[in-house]
Structures are given as structure tokens and as C-alpha cells.
């Protein structure tokens, strides 16, 4: 009997889990552990937002795969106000999560073994098993002429960054928007993070015609309600772009189920028709992020980027990534280590606002001690 292939044996291994003792270090701290690893929000989701998933929460029957026309209207409707991108309501489709169609996109488009795709250098590790899933091969390069003349299939953007924070400026995605269709290659703009910019910073989606020329031909856009609209536990997101790459993921999608449920779908159009909520929550990150960054500055971190995004990117003098992992789970504070995101990422840690606000201060009390 012929061995059987697994999927898993394409994967690398789960990385997190080295982090594990880390934890148990920080645990034992007196005061508890205070764990900025890990990106998930913390704070309530907007009532707005549960009322409209209970008042839809009778749905007996099958949702829409493309989504109902309220919510595709919403999304383009936000697109427009929030960001200046016109696309059309059926141009958009609704994700379980945005994780989910990072992971899928090679595969959904059809792609496998010999194409190449690629992702940056510091990155999502989602890039990389999404195409390892497809059996496709990854590259992570930031450098477009570094990649010769071999045909590439797909190519991920980030913009901010996971887990930079860094900003790519509307030059360069101009460049990358022209590079792409040279060579007949799709671009999927990661733009989870596009309503956090910092410090006036305004993130451009690939989709603005000051970057694409108003066609939107070869270009996906991928964005999320997990961290704008605290929606991580209900799985909300969304892809918009080209109208065939659109239609073609679509029609694959009915075949495989990848529907979001219906009452998800109504709290998703509640958020994105309400940009108050929106608003509240990013000031409660920015009113975490200034302490956290001053205090790491003082205790010896540089920060790095980080102009936009949940997390602050961090390097020591004296530490690696894992020797500051170390030294601050001694203190009772987790961090995830930069090589996590790529090898170029070994002298940084990533560190996460998504705390509490007594966890936030409690962590900053405590890299002042480091500090004296």
C-alpha cells in the first residue's frame, strides 16, 4: 500500500508553541502575566454590532456565499468614504475572517505546483502556508527586481505591516501595481490594519486610483473587522478588487461552503455603516500605545516602523529576539519574537497593544524598574 502523502508534512512547525515556557515564566510573576503576543482583541464588541447579530439571528436557511446585498452595499459604501476607493457592490465578497482567504487565496485561484508566489520578507506566517498549501512555492522577498524574469503568479502585499507597522507610501505601490501587470501577475494586498495609522500617518489601499489609475484589474484588496470592530470571535472579513478575480473566487467558494453565516453578515454591515464605534476603539489603542512606547524606550528598546498597526516593533542592544523574550517574561511580560515573522526579524519582538488597560499599565510599571 502506497504511504499517503499528508498535508501537514508541507507545513513547518506550529511556532507558537515555543513560546510555551515563556509563558510559564511570565505567569509566576506576582502580579500576574501581562501577554502582548498575540494580537486579539480584548475590548467589548460594540452593542450596535450584537444587536444586529441577534436581531438576524433567525436565519433557518443557507446564507448567501456572496453575501446579502445590504452588506455588499455596505462594504463598497465604506470603501468610498473611508478610504476612497470606488468598487462596485458586487465586487466585493465577504470572508470567514480574513485568515481564511489568506490561507486559501493560492488555492482558489488555482495554483500549485511550479508557480511561484511571493510574500514579504517579514511577514504573516499565513502568506507562506497558504501557498505551501496549494502546493505552490513561497518566496519572501521585499526587493521586485530581485525576482529576475520567472513568472510569478501571486504576489503579496502587506501595507501596514504585521508585524512592522511599516506603511508602504503610494509610490512604491504604484510601482509594484505597474511591476504586477508587466508580467501578468495578481496582486493581494493585505489591509487588515489600513484604519490604524499613527501619529497622521494615512495608510492608501492598493485599490485608490492615486495607486492602481482607477482599474482595479489584478488587484485584490483584503481587509478584516477583528481588530477595527473587536469581530475576531465572530470571523468577519472581506475581499474586494477586480471584478473577474471577484467572480472566479465566488463561484469556487459555493462549491467548498466558505459562507459566512447570516447573522455574522448583518453585524458585519452594522459596523461598516458606523465609523463612531470605529473611532472610540482606536483611541483606546492609542491611548495604550503611547505609555507602552515610552516605556519601552526608556527601559532600552529602539522602536522600529511601527507608524501603523497593533504592535510596536522592537530591538534591544544587548538582546536577540529571544534573549529580550527572556528578559521581559522575567519580569511577566510576553512577547512574541521577531524571527516568528522571518529570519531578517531575529534582533526584534513584536509587541502587542491588545491588553487591557490595568495589563497595559502594569507592563509599563514594570519596564520603568527595567529602565532604572
Known amino acids: 500500500m502506497a ?64 453575501g446579502t446585498p445590504r452588506l455588499r452595499a455596505s462594504i463598497a459604501g465604506w470603501l468610498e468614504r473611508r478610504h476612497g476607493v470606488e468598487v462596485a457592490p458586487e465586487s466585493t465578497l465577504p470572508t470567514v475572517g480574513s485568515k481564511e482567504l489568506v490561507a486559501w487565496l493560492p488555492t482558489l485561484l488555482g495554483l500549485g505546483e511550479g508557480d511561484t508566489v511571493v510574500h514579504p520578507e517579514l511577514a504573516y506566517p499565513t502568506y507562506d502556508i497558504g501557498i505551501r498549501l496549494a502546493g505552490a512555492t513561497p518566496v519572501a522577498s521585499d526587493g521586485l527586481t530581485s525576482l529576475g524574469p520567472a513568472p510569478v503568479r501571486l504576489l503579496w502585499i502587506n501595507s501596514p505591516a504585521n508585524p512592522t507597522g511599516r506603511v508602504l507610501p503610494v509610490e512604491h505601490l504604484r510601482k509594484v501595481v505597474a511591476w504586477a501587470r508587466e508580467r501578468g ?49 465572530y470571523r468577519a472579513g ?23 453565516p447570516a447573522p ?20 483606546r489603542y492609542a491611548a495604550r500605545r503611547a505609555p507602552l512606547r515610552g516605556a519601552l524606550e526608556r527601559a532600552g528598546w529602539r522602536i522600529s516602523h511601527s507608524e501603523a498597526g497593533l504592535y510596536l516593533w522592537a530591538a534591544h542592544p544587548e538582546h536577540d ?14 512577547v512574541a519574537p521577531g524571527d516568528f515573522y522571518g529570519p531578517s526579524g531575529a534582533d526584534h519582538v513584536r509587541v502587542a497593544l491588545t491588553a487591557a488597560d490595568e495589563r497595559v499599565a502594569a507592563a509599563v510599571k514594570r519596564l520603568e524598574a527595567l529602565a532604572r
Open 3 to 66: 504511504e499517503r502523502r499528508r498535508v501537514v508534512d508541507r507545513l513547518p512547525t506550529f511556532p507558537w508553541d515555543r513560546l510555551a515556557p515563556h509563558k510559564a515564566t511570565a505567569a509566576a510573576h506576582p502580579d500576574g502575566i501581562v501577554d502582548l503576543s498575540v494580537g486579539t482583541p480584548v475590548d467589548p464588541v460594540p452593542q450596535r454590532l450584537r444587536a444586529a447579530l441577534a436581531e438576524a439571528s433567525d436565519a433557518p436557511g443557507y446564507p448567501a456565499t456572496h
Open 238 to 260: 472581506f475581499v474586494a478588487g477586480d471584478p473577474a478575480l471577484v467572480e472566479e473566487l465566488l463561484a469556487v467558494r459555493k462549491h467548498a461552503g466558505m459562507i459566512v
Open 185 to 233: 501577475t495578481v496582486v493581494a494586498s493585505d489591509e487588515c490594519y489600513i484604519d490604524l495609522g499613527w501619529d497622521g500617518v494615512r495608510p492608501v489601499s492598493v485599490l485608490h486610483p492615486d495607486v492602481c489609475g482607477g482599474s482595479h484589474e489584478g488587484l485584490l484588496a483584503v481587509h478584516s473587522l477583528s481588530k477595527r470592530s473587536n469581530l475576531a470571535g
Open 321 to 334: 529576539a529571544w534573549g529580550s523574550v527572556e528578559l521581559l517574561a522575567r519580569h511577566g511580560i510576553v
Open 264 to 283: 455574522v453578515q448583518a453585524a458585519m454591515g452594522a459596523a461598516l455603516e458606523d465609523e463612531e464605534h470605529a473611532r472610540e476603539q482606536k483611541e
